[in-house]
Nanobody
Framework: VQLQASGGGTVQAGGSLRLSCAASGRTFRNYVMGWFRQAPGKEREFVAA????????SYADSVKGRFTISGDNAKNTVYLQMNSLKPEDTAVYYC???????????????WGQGTQVTVSS
């Protein structure tokens, strides 16, 4: 499985960005895709995940109500719409995928390259 993330950039606090991640190669039926982030000096943390059949989503408490994850099963692509961005959202964002939600949240096997998101105050 190969994952290609895009859409990062620099935005002022309160602004919005949309990240995209396209999967190619071998994928699982009804697989789960998710986003993680890693800020400088901090551990990587889970942000959000979605089951590509669209049956469920999961969010970290820190982004609930501000970020929305969505997926296009036909395109094997997941999106992360980030609104009301805060300086503490600054991080490298990574997409990941695996066959179940618990695996994606805890230790997904497949990772994309990161995309930098910088939120200025």
């Amino acid at each position: 499985v190969q994952l290609q993330a895009s859409g990062g950039g620099t935005v002022q606090a309160g602004g919005s960005l949309r990240l995209s991640c396209a999967a190619s190669g071998r994928t699982f039926r009804n697989y789960v895709m998710g986003w993680f982030r890693q800020a400088p000096g901090k551990e990587r943390e889970f942000v959000a995940a979605i089951e590509l059949g669209g049956r469920f989503t999961s969010y970290a408490d820190s982004v609930k109500g501000r970020f929305t994850i969505s997926g296009d099963n036909a395109k094997n692509t997941v999106y992360l719409q980030m609104n009301s961005l805060k300086p503490e959202d600054t991080a490298v964002y990574y997409c990941a995928t695996d066959s179940t939600l618990s695996t994606v949240v805890n230790e997904p096997r497949y990772w994309g390259q990161g995309t930098q998101v910088t939120v200025s105050s």
